[in-house]
């Protein structure tokens, strides 16, 4: 099921639309990743109910990823059966502004009398903007982390989390002499390229440079040969994306790289072991930066009704608000991409450390790059396609495999 069934029946009783409320708007709204994001509605949802009485919230059906959240709205826009409000990748976002589905938020944000004291800085959202013109809110912003089982890290001998990805090959070693056969998962499959593009931000190289392919230099190379070294020293099993976190849940898996977002999905799902996040690893020294991961809510609605478009924004304001984003950090993983949740989480943030490793590496935030033009999606899949060849052992020769990489992207490239 894509959506959670506590939260279908938060929707299909308490907020929706009721004879009671025959004045009420009603509004619709798509986000991604159930497990992750249902919960925080859920928190979220009588709160904007108790702000908004008159507002009724129609959840669609969650997009598997953000790929796929993408695609959803360029059919349904095709289709004149968009939502009013979509929660996409932050990598995902220029194509829709590009296309003229998502609309500028400037003539709403113009109307609100003290909206960055409401914490919106700027930031944060230079995220969502392009062509000088905010388009989308930040939702929930990630950066990589590690996860570690420490009850097996010190079965090991292993008493703090590695600094660096040989650390991490040599911790390997010890952990299969300890009896863990699978002692990592590093999370080469999430959506975006993620982690392909956090080793190369780690060296301070974004992958793409004025429209244009930027991992062909030396940079490119040492992260693919640093995903070897990974995938080889550490014996990963290729898992599902879907399946890659129940192996540490389970306590068989000691190591798991993976994005903030999931601390407290991992935390609710794990067995009886000390959990501890910690900063993502460099390359040989600490990474001089890494991807911000998340989405932004934006504004898709093709309502002629101002009323429902109103009602439109008053959500994504809400859900951007200190409340929704103290809401998101709460549930999730995420760092509040909104200043104002700061200060309603310094309590939450001292009894929950894990969830606070993210905002540690705040200052490291880079552009989550997308590529350009209509074959953006398409690359994305095709730069998989070859990490994935490393992790199966098809591919052995990195620097081949970068050659043969670099021309394939450059010529999907606008």
Known sequence: MKRSTALAAVLSGTFAASAAWAENVTIEVGYPYSALFDVTFERIMPLFKEAHPDIDVKFRATYDNYEDGTNTILRESVADKLPDITFQGLNRQAILVEKGIARSLEPFIAREADFSKDGYHEAMLDLGTFGGEVHGLPFAVSLPVGYYNMDALRKAGITEPPKTWDEVVENCGKLRDAGYKNPLFWGWNITGNWFFQALLWS????????????????????????????????????????????????????????????????????????????????????????????????????????????????????????????????????????????????????????????????????????????????????????????????????????????????????
């Open 203 to 414: 060296q301070g190289t974004p992958i793409l440079k004025d429209g244009k392919v930027n991992f062909d230099g030396p940079e490119g190379l040492r992260a693919l040969e640093t995903m070897k070294k990974l995938f080889r020293g550490c014996k990963m099993l290729n898992l599902a994306i879907g399946d890659a976190g129940k192996p540490f849940a389970a306590g068989e898996v000691a190591m798991h790289f993976w994005s903030t977002s999931a601390v407290g999905a991992i935390e609710r799902a794990k067995g009886d072991f000390e959990l501890r996040t910690s900063e993502y690893p460099g390359m040989g020294e600490p990474p001089r930066g890494l991807p911000a991961g998340g989405n932004s809510g934006m504004l898709v609605s093709t309502s002629d009704d101002p009323k429902q478009v109103e009602a439109a924004w008053k959500f994504l304001k809400f859900c951007t608000s200190g409340v929704g984003a103290a809401a998101v950090a709460e549930t999730t993983g995420y760092m509040p991409p909104n200043k104002a949740a700061n200060e309603l989480l310094a309590d939450f943030y001292a009894n929950n450390p894990n969830k606070h490793t993210a905002v540690r590496q705040a200052g490291l935030l880079r552009d989550w790059i997308a590529y350009p033009g209509d074959n953006g999606l398409a690359i994305t899949q095709v730069i998989y396609d070859h990490i994935e060849s490393i992790v199966t052992g098809d591919s052995d020769d990195m620097a081949a495999l970068q050659e043969e990489m670099v021309e394939e992207v450059s010529s999907m490239l606008p």
